[in-house]
């Protein structure tokens, strides 16, 4: 949080209003005749959210600033609509995303940032809670896409696509839809009642989804070519990588994350051992350690159907109380000093409160094992990393003792029966726009192409569907705009309201300031600039906290058996309230500042009946002088000095 208030910042750094030649500002015209012009930009949560999300538009239907066009719609039905313009969900992200929107906010300038991650917690859950449907199919086109991979990037393309009126099939190896939402991310963090519903509103939209399906094993790639139009690989990364250290390989009580979280929520684990050692860092490996630490030490361990010796010898029945726990020992060693493991800082925080062992700034070596060749410990020492290389501290290993060891460092994808899409690092390549090198008509996105977020393959997803649209049009794809977002278009807007301008006569016109075919002196520049904090008048926002969402904290004694969520969501009035602290970067947010500061009166509002969201005011340019003030008290950025007329 930035603790310096931010209205008298220019002062603490010696600028005095003697500075300010106000008497030339105000009274001389300025030489260049340049007039306000209005330019939307992009604004840098957005810049910084990879599903794209019009977070700005979203804030500004929760402040009540900008109104359903359908008569009684409450605002929260016009937020989702609008949100899921660019991503279908909106109580999964606003639970696990990391929010680097909030990290890109320029609100971190003035106060604090923005809780973006909560309000679209909040609009997702009333989604969910008053059955809100998703956008209509659009017109059938005939052309068939198969998906291949029902986690986020699959179901974010299967969405769009069908949108886009094309017919899907959707094809995943699991029994159930969500990927990593569901076999990966345990269910206090993503309930999976939640994930049911943002899941089925999808595939209600008309997908032909095929479970139990692995392709490459039961469908052969030759057959999808022969049956589709395109397809689109979202395979995931579900191989967990090996810690490459003496005595790991074949060692049976040393096993990677995915397995051993996949067997979690496949309802195959419960109790692990006494002693877990979890190798990682990021996300994966905390969620790993976070689980082992809530099943705790089982000592009445039921027989499971998959007791095959790796995850199923720490692994029992059910997590209902129905067997008896003892505390047991979760450490979790990171290279990485703890507060630059990858992993969020309140997850780390979380784990640690539940009695998480955190280690930073610790290197395996090997594994130690007993004369069974079970693994009884991790050698380690301490290290300091060369950017992303390890350097042993000498004379600094110890040993960590342990039951089993969980390697948390990383996944690939598998690709076993297709062999041929393996870029020789158990990825896939692909072009900008998600097409895949050397093969037409394949796409791929999400964890398959880089292992990142839900968010990533969700907006790889959404850019895969409109390029894959793009492509069955006639062949050819182009070039995508270098802010690839869902953006507010404001002549979409007019188009709601009834508003748009009139048709274009092509009759030869000097300016258009008196026309009514164009918006005149607006110019939607957001595909190519994002809004910087500096082009902003930050003095206009007062210090306002921000409302932070509630969190069961859960302490290290009552961890056993606890899967219940942690997160607790806003009220109405803390979203409204903190859609009010929106700055509105880069859009007019109806302030007046320029109406009541232009000294000749040359800027009004529009009239009533014109008015929408980006048409708000404007400028007569007869009266204008170019003083540019009303662009130095637009708090948005939103007016620049152009040429007049
Ligand atoms: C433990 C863990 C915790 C995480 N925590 C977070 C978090 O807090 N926040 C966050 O934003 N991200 C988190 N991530 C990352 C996030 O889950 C992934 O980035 C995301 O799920 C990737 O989506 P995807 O659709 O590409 O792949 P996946 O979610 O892996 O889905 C791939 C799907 O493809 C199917 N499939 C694979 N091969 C085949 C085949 N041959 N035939 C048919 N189907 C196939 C799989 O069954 C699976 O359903 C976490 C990941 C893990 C592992
Ligand atoms: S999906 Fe993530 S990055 Fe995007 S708006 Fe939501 S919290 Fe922010
Ligand atoms: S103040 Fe609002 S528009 Fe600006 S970056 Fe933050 S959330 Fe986005």
Known sequence: MNDQMPTFVRYEQGETPDDWDLEDKIFTQDKSYKCPTYIQKTAPCSGSCPSGHDIRGWLAIARGMDKSPVEGQAWQEYAFAKMTEANPFPASMGRVCPAPCESGCNRNEVDDYVGINAVEQYVGDWANENNLKLAEVGAATGRKIAVIGGGPAGLS????????????????????????????????????????????????????????????????????????????????????????????????NCIDGVEFLDAFNKGWVVGTAQKVVVVGGGDTSIDVASVARRLGH??????????????????????????????????????????????AEHEREDAKREGVDIRGSVMPLEVIKDETGKAIALKCCECDMKGNAPVPREGTEFEIEADIIISAIGQAGDFEGLEAFDNGRGFIDTDAGYTVKGHAKHFAGGDIIKPHLLTTAIGHGRVAAATITDFLDDGEIEKRPTIDLHQFNLLEELHARGKEPSAYDHQPTRGTDSEDFAVHNFDNRSDSQIVKHTELYKGHFPYEAREVRDEVHIEGDNVLGNF??????????????????????????????????????????????????????????????GCHICADVCPTGYIKMGLGA
């Not at 509103?201 to 049956?227: F, P, Q, S, W, Y």
């Not at 859009?587 to 969201?613: G, H, L």
């Open 157 to 252: 393309a299967a969405y769009f696509l069908r949108r886009a009126g094309h017919e899907v099939v959707l094809y995943d190896a699991n029994n159930k839809l969500g990927g990593m939402m569901r076999y990966g991310i345990p269910g206090y963090r993503t309930p999976r009642d939640m994930l049911d519903i943002e899941i089925g509103r999808i595939t209600e939209m008309g997908v032909e989804v095929h479970l139990n399906t692995t392709v490459g094993k039961d469908v052969a790639i030759d057959t999808l070519e022969a049956n589709y139009d395109a397809i689109f690989w979202a395979l995931g990364a579900q191989k967990g990588r090996p810690l490459p250290i003496p005595g790991w390989e074949g060692t049976e």
């Open 298 to 343: 089982v000592t009445n361990v039921a027989k499971t159907e998959h007791s095959d010796g790796s995850v199923i010898d720490f692994t029992a029945q059910d997590t209902a109380g129905v067997l008896s726990r003892e505390g047991m020992q979760a450490t979790l060693t990171s290279l990485f000093p703890i507060e630059q493991m990858t992993a």
């Open 564 to 625: 219940e969520e942690r997160i607790i969501a806003y009220t109405e009035e803390q979203a409204q309230k903190e859609g009010e602290r929106c700055m509105s970067c880069g859009m007019c947010f109806e302030c007046d500042n320029c109406v009541i500061y232009c000294p000749q009166d040359a800027v009004s509002r529009v009239k009533k009946s014109d008015r929408t969201v980006g048409r708000y005011v404007e400028t007569d340019y007869s009266k204008c002088i």
